[in-house]
T-cell receptor, first 114, second 116 residues
Framework: AQKVTQAQTEISVVEKEDVTLDCVYE???????LFWYKQPPSGELVFLIR??????QNEISGRYSWNFQKSTSSFNFTITASQVVDSAVYFC???????????FGTGTLLAVQP | DAGVIQSPRHEVTEMGQEVTLRCKPI?????LFWYRQTMMRGLELLIY????????DSGMPEDRFSAKMPNASFSTLKIQPSEPRDSAVYFC??????????????FGPGTRLTVL
């Protein structure tokens, strides 16, 4: 069965620190997609990144970077030089195969202190 | 372009009442999803549609919940009768099967439901 584990329930850092959010997934599918979503205090869910199972290249977008390793079934998210506006709950998600059915992790609450 | 639109944004009702949540997906999207978010259970997929047809409703908690999609631009999630344990934020999301946006789901702002 598919499963996403975000072991870090809450993380607190001071502004400008780097922080990594962990995501470990389980699946028997050979084709699947991984996602990160951000949920700020306002409540909406904001898409950050999608990665398919055949693309293990790491990705960098500004202060955000993602490390996908199939060997360890991990898709970790790093924020460099964190800012207060990064404070949010971050969800990692996995599709069921190549379908649109998303399975979410329990989320990591990131608090960035000024 | 307008995103996913949900109404109402907040709903307070009494136990036993019927509740109807509404969603308008992004124009051109052929998938529509209903999620529920609670502290205890996190984000759960309730049901999703493809081209207005329900594909997977295995997440619908019980018969009190029903969802319809009469056309490509409108869906409803109904709870009848409502119970306090239904209190949650209900999200609607839509996506397209066309690359390169395959599988990326766009979420609405959510409806916060409180059942007293």
């Amino acid at each position: 069965a598919q499963k996403v584990t975000q072991a870090q329930t809450e993380i607190s850092v001071v502004e400008k620190e780097d922080v990594t959010l962990d995501c470990v997934y389980e699946t028997r599918d050979t084709t699947y997609y991984l996602f990160w979503y951000k949920q700020p205090p306002s409540g909406e869910l904001v898409f950050l990144i999608r990665r398919n199972s055949f693309d293990e290249q790491n990705e960098i977008s500004g202060r955000y970077s993602w490390n996908f390793q199939k060997s360890t079934s991990s898709f970790n998210f790093t924020i460099t030089a964190s800012q207060v506006v990064d404070s949010a709950v971050y969800f990692c998600a996995l599709t069921r195969g190549a379908t649109n059915k998303l399975i979410f992790g329990t989320g990591t609450l990131l608090a960035v202190q000024p | 372009d307008a995103g996913v639109i949900q109404s109402p944004r907040h709903e307070v009702t009494e136990m036993g009442q019927e509740v109807t949540l509404r969603c308008k997906p992004i124009s051109g999207h052929d998938y529509l999803f209903w999620y529920r978010q609670t502290m205890m259970r996190g984000l759960e997929l309730l049901i999703y549609f493809n081209n207005n047809v329900p594909i997977d409703d295995s997440g619908m908690p019980e018969d009190r919940f029903s969802a319809k999609m009469p056309n490509a631009s409108f869906s409803t999630l109904k709870i009848q009768p409502s119970e306090p344990r239904d209190s949650a934020v209900y999200f609607c999301a839509s996506s397209t099967s066309g690359a390169p946006l395959l599988n990326e789901q766009f979420f609405g702002p959510g409806t916060r439901l409180t059942v007293l």
